[in-house]
């Protein structure tokens, strides 16, 4: 079966430049050399120009 896992290495920034055009919260990434693992540390870059995140806050408050 083939892996659905894709390397962008080398290109984060335009990654999170494609994720800002959709309005995505961000992306996240791991480091290329650690394994796919429980205890594999991975990064959340947030966006800079996400707009729906103060609209969740509030629906999330109303439950």
């Given at each position: 079966?083939?892996?659905r896992v894709f390397s962008i290495e080398?290109?984060?920034r335009d990654l999170l430049v494609a994720a800002e055009r959709l309005?995505?919260?961000g992306?996240?990434?791991k480091r290329k050399a650690?394994?796919?693992r429980p205890e594999t540390v991975w990064y959340k870059?947030?966006?800079r120009t996400y707009t729906q995140g103060e609209a969740r806050w509030e629906l999330a408050q109303r439950r």
């Open positions: 079966m083939p892996s080398g290109r984060g309005d995505l919260e992306i996240v990434a650690d394994a796919y870059i947030k966006s």
